[in-house]
């Protein structure tokens, strides 16, 4: 039983995940562009603190060869004149320096492949943070475009429909008019004052009303 809580709790736990994931995309995708750009500026940071260390150590480097060839060149006109007792340290000191080149080029060849792996995933983040950039405006294109068609009309209760009803009930309403007239004439019924028209329209007695009969007559009578 408890098995099955758990899983039911954590299959809603996903299902509301996933929904403020779909509510929240676009803010979510602006954040993470937002995290990826802090990202790339301290890349970059790094980046400019090894090609300066690496170029403060090439300096270092070039320096210490020329230190290198001076003391060479020294050390041999000692020897040419016999000064062992000069040409003795000025070797001793060579050593070292030569040692201490050794050193220098290695760190130096390590900066420089540092600096271009770094360089590397540098521009390589550059190039993904402008995809995401121009994904994040498309995303947001189509978020406002499901927007607007979320007001379209779909369903019962649309506006359109809505107005369509209203409109056929207006349309379809009685005419108060002929109402009135057939009131009128429910009315006179009831009353009986119609069944004396009706009698004389049948030739029972004479008419009640003028007919375009009598009108004629009475033009040729006058003619």
């Known amino acids: 039983m408890f098995g099955t809580l758990r899983t039911l709790i954590l299959g809603a736990n996903a299902r509301a995940e996933e929904t403020i994931r779909d509510t929240y995309a676009i803010e979510l995708i602006d954040q993470k562009i937002r995290e990826a750009d802090e990202g790339l500026r301290a890349a970059k940071g790094t980046l400019a603190s090894l090609i300066q260390r690496q170029r403060s150590e090439e300096r270092l480097l070039a320096t210490l060869d020329q230190r290198i060839a001076d003391m060479t060149r ?41 600096t271009v792996r770094l360089r590397q995933s540098v521009e390589a983040g550059h190039r993904r943070i402008i995809d995401l950039k121009q994904g994040a405006t498309t995303a947001r294109a189509i978020r406002r475009e499901q927007a607007l068609i979320k007001k379209l009309p779909n369903g019962e209760a649309s506006a359109i429909e809505e107005a369509e009803a209203l409109i056929t009930r207006v349309t379809n309403a009685d005419d108060p008019f002929e109402r009135s007239d ?23 007695g004479p008419s009640t009303r003028v007919t ?8 040729k009578a006058k003619a």
């Open 74 to 114: 020294r050390a041999t006109e000692a020897l040419e004149q016999g000064r062992e007792d000069l040409a003795t340290p000025a070797a001793d000191a060579l050593a070292q320096m030569e040692n201490e080149r050794v050193l220098r080029v290695e760190t130096v060849l390590r900066l420089e492949t540092k």
């Open 182 to 204: 057939i009131l009128r004439g429910i009315n006179r019924e009831l009353s009986h004052d119609g069944l004396a028209d009706r009698m004389a329209d049948a030739g029972f």
């Open 212 to 219: 375009a009969a009598d009108v004629l007559a009475r033009l």
